[in-house]
């Protein structure tokens, strides 16, 4: 079992940035591929980022690649999404996942372990 405990977001003003952390806890932690997804209001759970177990690879959803950023520590368990120049759009709730396949895999099925989301709401 992975726990995965989120942080971060919250109101932010379009334009602004936040940053997301996840902690990981249990398993570990670099045997798991980190992911983040987002879901808006009366839409699917969608892919925004994931990371390869190093650290080294990453891959985005084309429509935020530049404006998201997605790190981990392996020393501290923790994944972490940077998010700049917000729109309202980026609105929704988003979540931290664990996978133990390829960072390559967008599916949010491949993904075994979530964490509990966190809100993020941006006002134009």
């Known amino acids: 079992q992975v726990q995965l405990v989120q942080s971060g977001g919250g109101l932010v003003q379009a334009g602004g940035s936040t940053r997301l952390s996840c902690a990981a806890s249990?398993?570990?932690?670099?045997?798991?591929?980190m992911g983040w997804f987002r879901q808006a209001p009366g839409k699917d759970r969608e892919f925004v980022a994931a990371?390869?177990?190093?650290?080294?690879?990453?891959k985005y959803v084309e429509s935020e690649k530049g404006r998201f950023t997605i790190s981990r520590d392996n020393t501290m368990n923790t994944v972490y999404l940077q998010m700049v120049t917000l729109k309202p759009e980026d609105t929704a709730v988003y979540y931290c996942?664990?996978?133990?396949?390829?960072?390559?895999?967008?599916?949010?099925?491949?993904?075994?372990?979530w964490g509990q989301g966190t809100q993020v709401t941006v006002s134009s």
């Open positions: 990371i390869n177990r190093s650290g080294r690879s990453t």
């Open positions: 249990g398993r570990t932690f670099m045997n798991y591929v």
């Open positions: 996942a664990a996978s133990p396949g390829s960072y390559y895999d967008t599916d949010q099925y491949k993904y075994e372990y």
